[in-house]
């Protein structure tokens, strides 16, 4: 689909739109955060858990722009619960006593480890258990 460059800002609302209402979240609790990285955009796309006012990497895409990347995103949300096994994880953050549940879709837990701790000091956050659920 070719887009000229005063459609690009109106496809590219359509296609957040698309993924916020694919993944059942609104704008407030979704972030799509664009930077330019070794001669490629990548889409660093974020939730924020509104109970924890917590934020985790849901999703990185790589692309020659933006509008690339999100169509990747997309394409990726509506296939996700197919192709990623669901992880539990329980953590804490320092100086808080409340145990807080998290749950990721990664390839592996290493992976669902990384979107927990993305954009934060490792020393933050205590990881008491990491599961991998059973599929459905």
Not at 31 to 42: A, K, V
Not at 70 to 97: A, C, F, N, P
């Amino acid at each position: 689909m070719d887009v000229t460059s005063s459609d690009v800002h109106v496809e590219s609302a359509r296609i957040q739109q698309q993924i916020e209402k694919h993944l059942g979240m609104g704008p407030g609790n979704l972030l799509f955060e664009f930077r330019q990285l070794e001669g490629q955009m990548r889409l660093d796309l974020i939730t924020v858990n509104p109970r924890h006012h917590q934020s985790f990497l849901f999703r990185y895409e790589t692309g020659y722009d933006k509008l690339d990347c999100l169509r990747k995103m997309l394409t990726y949300v509506k296939s996700y619960r197919d192709t990623e096994s669901s992880y539990t994880i329980q953590w804490r953050t320092h100086g808080d006593r409340e145990l807080q549940t998290s749950y990721f879709r990664a390839r592996n837990a290493y992976e669902a480890l990384d979107k927990l701790y993305f954009g934060r000091d490792l020393n933050t956050i205590t990881v008491f258990s990491v599961v991998l659920n059973p599929s459905s």
